[in-house]
T-cell receptor, first 114, second 116 residues
Framework: KQEVTQIPAALSVPEGENLVLNCSFT??????LQWFRQDPGKGLTSLLL?????REQTSGRLNASLDKSSGRSTLYIAASQPGDSATYLC?????????????FGRGTQLTVWP | DAGVIQSPRHEVTEMGQEVTLRCKPI?????LFWYRQTMMRGLELLIY????????DSGMPEDRFSAKMPNASFSTLKIQPSEPRDSAVYFC??????????????FGPGTRLTVL
């Protein structure tokens, strides 16, 4: 079964810092990997999606990389702002025998203080 | 579009009662997913439908849980009888084409269920 781990579990930083959130997964046979944002009391919002054949995706201050062979992804947040405070979840869409299932990590709870 | 709509947003019930959670997916989306989120287990897929047909229900915890999708615009997740360990946030999500590499899921706001 696919296992997704996120490190760190929580992060508290001052505004303006550049951040790296880490995600690792045990089965490299994935269809794609996504980073989601979850605000308290709300659903998940997709931030970036990397297909299995891609190495990275960028959107504004966010950059996500994927190293499928080593089972790792990182989410880089540049010049963090208080509005970035949320929980960030990594999810892999299974390939092979688990085709289609989404497996989520536990998330990194980010707090950016002014 | 209004996005994925879930009701109720909060539900408090007593052990043994039947609970029904409702979801309206985004119009035109062929895939619908039910997830459960708890502190202990994180976010777990319970079941998903394609064109109203259940495709993978291997995540449904036990027979007390059942899900239906009678038409393209409505789905229910029912728990009967409910137990305190069912307390969680239940999310519904939908997507247009789950097996296209760029496809993403759109989540509803969730239903927070508390079973006393």
């Amino acid at each position: 079964k696919q296992e997704v781990t996120q490190i760190p579990a929580a992060l508290s930083v001052p505004e303006g810092e550049n951040l790296v959130l880490n995600c690792s997964f045990t089965d490299s046979a994935i269809y794609n990997l996504q980073w989601f944002r979850q605000d308290p009391g709300k659903g998940l919002t997709s931030l970036l999606l990397i297909q299995s054949s891609q190495r990275e995706q960028t959107s504004g201050r966010l950059n996500a990389s994927l190293d499928k062979s080593s089972g790792r992804s990182t989410l880089y947040i540049a010049a963090s702002q208080p509005g970035d405070s949320a929980t960030y979840l990594c999810a892999v869409k299974g390939g092979g025998s688990t085709l289609g299932r989404l497996y989520f990590g536990r998330g990194t709870q980010l707090t950016v203080w002014p | 579009d209004a996005g994925v709509i879930q009701s109720p947003r909060h539900e408090v019930t007593e052990m043994g009662q039947e609970v029904t959670l409702r979801c309206k997916p985004i119009s035109g989306h062929d895939y619908l997913f039910w997830y459960r989120q708890t502190m202990m287990r994180g976010l777990e897929l319970l079941i998903y439908f394609n064109n109203n047909v259940p495709i993978d229900d291997s995540g449904m915890p036990e027979d007390r849980f059942s899900a239906k999708m009678p038409n393209a615009s409505f789905s229910t997740l029912k728990i009967q009888p409910s137990e305190p360990r069912d307390s969680a946030v239940y999310f519904c999500a939908s997507s247009a084409n789950h097996f296209v590499g760029t496809d993403t899921q759109y989540f509803g706001p969730g239903t927070r269920l508390t079973v006393l």
